[in-house]
């Protein structure tokens, strides 16, 4: 998590872009996330798997689901609702990696999640409620590319929200490299060490 917001902090060159893709097909790691919030020096992206995990529940699109995150020392309930993935191309993908060929066959997947602070004191710091933000393609998780979507249309920038307050919402986005012609996309979210909430979208 650390490592996570400092990168943010400090701007994201395309090598740390690289360093924190993994693309889809890799091993499994232990945890069943995707590294970004247990602190240790693994990539933050982490390995693929080839089944996604015990959903904590289905939701329709549009449907919201409620949760808490540590923020700071407090805990912030969320209504959350995943709102749409905007999918790119490979000409897309050439301007976030250093090594494009590693990334042959991936495109981004930009997913958007509106945030509504429900209760809990007010958020000071870069929020975390986005963390737990995964995109699966096809069952299989992609690769998250750290620091990606800040500039993207209709994204709030996390650095830029300031004394975050009961009834106001963010739309904070995650961006992730899939394979090319996915089928179906999934945006999963929930609290930390829970199952997700899954919405699921066609892909394109």
Request: hydrophobic share 35%; glycine share 12%.
């Amino acid at each position: 998590m650390l490592y996570r917001k400092n990168v943010l902090r400090f701007g994201v060159p395309a090598a740390v872009l690289a360093l924190a893709l993994t693309a889809c097909g890799g091993g499994d790691d232990d945890s069943g996330k995707s590294g970004k919030s247990d602190g240790k020096s693994k990539p933050e992206a982490a390995a693929s798997k080839t089944a996604a995990p015990e959903a904590g529940g289905a939701l329709a699109a549009g449907e919201s689901a409620t949760g808490k995150v540590e923020e700071g020392d407090a805990k912030v309930t969320y209504d959350v609702v995943a709102q749409k993935v905007d999918v790119g191309t490979e000409a897309d993908t050439k301007k976030l990696v250093q090594d494009p060929k590693k990334a042959k066959g991936m495109v981004p997947a930009v997913a958007h999640l509106k945030f509504t602070h429900k209760a809990g004191a007010a958020v000071t710091e870069t929020p975390d409620a986005a963390d737990e933000t995964e995109i699966w393609a096809d069952g299989r998780r992609g690769g998250l590319v750290i620091g990606a979507s800040e500039d993207a249309a209709g994204c709030d920038d996390p650095l830029g929200i300031e004394g975050w307050k009961t009834g106001e919402s963010h739309v904070l986005c995650e961006t992730y490299l899939v394979p090319k012609g996915s089928k179906s996309l999934e945006v999963h979210w929930g609290e930390e060490d829970k199952d997700p909430y899954v919405w699921k979208f066609a892909g394109k």
